[in-house]
């Protein structure tokens, strides 16, 4: 199908990491991305990763890319309050608009 | 630059009533996407246009869902008539091509009533 899948939901404690996984259906997305939306606000680009890497690592965040099994992970290390939010993952298919998730809710207990 | 504009960002109006929601896009972006976010369905794709030509409007509810683009640097979505299932978020996102990265605005919060 068509679905780009994510978990709905996932509850961390602060200062444990957090690891979003995603799961996509293009094999030759060229670009993967990972937006974030905090309550009230539209989404914002958090980081992405081009389709020929398998990691990429920005400050407190890592990207991780299976290519053969399509999947695709979001991990942050010292997960604040402040990273509570709904996150997206999305992939680019040709001529088409970006295919997004339903996104995961992440909730940060201090 | 001040980003993807969109008016009003708070809309209530009462069922069978006209809502036009308005948007700005980012300047030298050719596309203009049109989402919808509920709990129950999480985010939609309404519709999308590349150089103010609707390109896919297959996630358009209904015929009472209707987007323009007259211009580079303006687009309306209007739901005529209203009704309370509409009521939703709704975001319009701009980008260059249109497998690129997307900007979004704050968001329209539509109740209808």
């Known amino acids: 199908g068509e679905d780009v899948e994510q978990s709905l939901f996932l509850s961390v404690r602060e200062g444990d990491s957090s690891v979003i996984n995603c799961t996509y259906t293009d094999s030759s997305s060229t670009y993967l991305y990972w937006y974030k939306q905090e309550p009230g606000a539209g989404l914002q680009l958090l980081t992405y990763?081009?389709?020929?890497?398998d990691m990429k690592q920005d400050q407190r965040l890592t990207v991780l890319l299976n290519k053969k099994d399509k999947h695709l992970s979001l991990r942050i290390a010292d997960t604040q309050t402040g990273d509570s939010a709904i996150y997206f993952c999305a992939e680019d298919q040709a001529g088409t608009a970006l295919i997004f998730g339903k996104g995961t809710t992440l909730s940060v207990s201090s | 630059d001040a980003g993807v504009i969109q008016s009003p960002r708070h809309e209530v109006t009462e069922m069978g009533q006209e809502v036009t929601l308005r948007c700005k896009p980012i300047s030298g972006h050719n596309s203009l996407f049109w989402y919808r976010q509920t709990m129950m369905r999480g985010l939609e794709l309404l519709i999308y246009?590349?150089?103010?030509?609707?390109?896919?409007d297959s996630g358009m509810p209904e015929d009472r869902f209707s987007a323009k683009m007259p211009n580079a640097s303006f687009s309306t979505l209007k739901i005529q008539p209203s009704e309370p299932r509409d009521s939703a978020v709704y975001f319009c996102?701009?980008?260059?091509?249109?497998?690129?990265?997307?900007?979004f605005g704050p968001g329209t919060r539509l109740t209808v009533t």
């Open positions: 990763i081009f389709s020929n890497m």
């Open positions: 996102a701009s980008s260059r091509p249109e497998g690129y990265e997307q900007y």
């Open positions: 246009f590349n150089n103010n030509v609707p390109i896919d």
